[in-house]
Each structure stands twice: as C-alpha cells, then as structure tokens.
Nanobody
Framework: QVQLVESGGGLVQPGGSLRLSCAAS????????MRWYRQAPGKERELVAG?????????NYADSVKGRFTISRDNAKNTVYLQMNSLKPEDTAVYYC?????????WGQGTQVTVSS
C-alpha cells in the first residue's frame, strides 16, 4: 500500500533552515506530482509547494514561501524534499507530504516544524 514517511522537522530559531524529507513507497513515485502541505494550530491545512512528475520538474509555491523554500525530488530514492530557509515564526506547523492517487489525496503522518527563539 502507499506509504509516505516525513522526517526532518524540529525546533529552529527564526532565520534558520531545515530540510524535510518524505520517503514514498507503494506506487510508481516518478509518475506522480508530489506536494507539501502544512497545518498550523487552529488553521486549515494549506498547500506549500508542489513538484511535477514530468522531465522538466516544474514547481509551484505558496506566495508566503516563495524565495525561501525549495521543493525537489529524487526519483531514484523515491523521496521528495522541502528545503526551508529564512524560517519565520509563522512557518510553525505540522508539514505533510501528499500524493493524489486513485481519486484520493493521501497523506503522511506529518513532521512538526517549530520556529521560535
């Protein structure tokens, strides 16, 4: 079955960096668009970034993270990454990777990112 396992979260000071990873299994990873979402306490889950499955590996980002976050993928390792730089307190959230398969959006368990001094 499909599994998505996020890692790399933690506590970081404002201005710091983290790299999140999502290891995928149970499907043909290279054929699917992969996305990162986040959910802060009391807020709805929001799309952070997406990366295409095509050879040009096009990406898209929420306005709030453009220029600070970079999504990438390694199809040989079935892994998608989210490099987060210049972190702000408002980036504090649980971060989830996600894939849409079989008419359903599937989620990992999430990884907590806390940005605080």
């Amino acid at each position: 079955q499909v599994q998505l396992v996020e890692s790399g979260g933690g506590l970081v000071q404002p201005g710091g960096s983290l790299r999140l990873s999502c290891a995928a299994s149970g499907f043909t990873f290279s054929s699917y668009v992969m996305r990162w979402y986040r959910q802060a306490p009391g807020k709805e889950r929001e799309l952070v970034a997406g990366i295409a499955s095509t050879d040009d590996i096009s990406t898209n980002y929420a306005d709030s993270v453009k220029g600070r976050f970079t999504i990438s993928r390694d199809n040989a390792k079935n892994t998608v990454y989210l490099q987060m730089n210049s972190l702000k307190p408002e980036d504090t959230a649980v971060y989830y990777c996600s894939v849409f398969i079989g008419l359903r959006r599937l989620w990992g368990q999430g990884t907590q990112v806390t940005v605080s001094s």
